[in-house]
């Protein structure tokens, strides 16, 4: 199976700020990878998918970028709303695998 | 509108079984290839099944193989999924998601508000 490694575990930023989460893949996955965002309580929502594909409906602050197994997460000028947990996911294999996470709150 | 709601989550003893069911509504169910994914109390979210539009093939977690069976009615909207031999360890949400998408855009864009299973005696 493709393992996924997110990092940071967590991170503290301010409103305003520009935050990178990168996801490391085991083996190359190209750029089969998506970007989920989820806030407590709520189930997770599409951000990015192909890696660098704007979901519709969401923020252009949000933006993907990589190929491989390094790819990354930017998400510039933080809303308050934008406070949460991020998760990558692989669909290079069908054995769909998520990354730990990266729980983004306030400074 | 686009929904997908869950049902079924409940308690359930270790060694017990449990078939959780997802409706679908505001699309075309049968061109979709669905899943599950469950997550486990201040946990991450962990893939646990895949089904295609058809029916065939499914494909499953190592963690839950041979033990959860994924199925789905088209003529009803509805994705299935069988759950025995529960463990501990299967306690979670459990949510169905649906896939779009083909090759590198597949990805999971509607997802059900989750049903809550609990193992335990």
């Known amino acids: 199976d493709i393992q996924m490694t997110q990092s940071p575990s967590s991170l503290s930023a301010s409103v305003g700020d520009r935050v990178t989460i990168t996801c490391r893949a085991s083996?190359?996955?190209?750029?089969?990878l998506n970007w989920y965002q989820q806030k407590p309580g709520k189930a997770p929502t599409l951000l990015i998918y192909?890696?660098?594909n704007l979901e519709s409906g969401v923020p252009s602050r949000f933006s993907g970028s990589g190929s491989g197994t390094a790819l990354t997460l930017t998400i510039s000028g933080l809303q308050p709303e934008d406070f949460a947990t991020y998760y990558c996911?692989?669909?290079?294999?069908?054995?769909?695998?998520f990354g730990q996470g990266t729980k983004l709150e306030i400074k | 509108e686009m929904q997908l709601v869950e049902s079924g989550g409940g308690l359930v003893q270790p060694g017990g079984s449990l078939r959780l069911s997802c409706a679908a509504s505001?699309?075309?169910?049968?061109?979709?290839?669905m899943n599950w994914v469950r997550q486990a109390p201040g946990k991450g979210l962990e893939w646990v099944s895949h089904?295609?539009?058809?029916?065939?093939?499914?494909y499953y977690a190592d963690s839950v193989k041979g033990r959860f069976t994924v199925s789905r009615d088209n003529a009803k909207n509805s994705l299935y999924l069988q759950m025995n031999s529960l463990r501990a360890e299967d306690t979670a949400v459990y949510y169905c998601?649906?896939?779009?998408?083909?090759?590198?855009?597949?990805?999971?864009?509607?997802w059900g508000q989750g049903t809550k299973v609990t193992v335990s005696s």
């Open positions: 083996q190359s996955i190209r750029n089969y």
């Open positions: 505001g699309f075309t169910f049968s061109n979709y290839d």
């Open positions: 089904i295609s539009s058809s029916g065939s093939p499914t």
């Open positions: 996911q692989q669909t290079y294999s069908v054995l769909y695998t």
């Open positions: 998601a649906r896939k779009k998408g083909f090759g590198d855009r597949d990805a999971f864009d509607i």
């Open positions: 192909a890696a660098s």
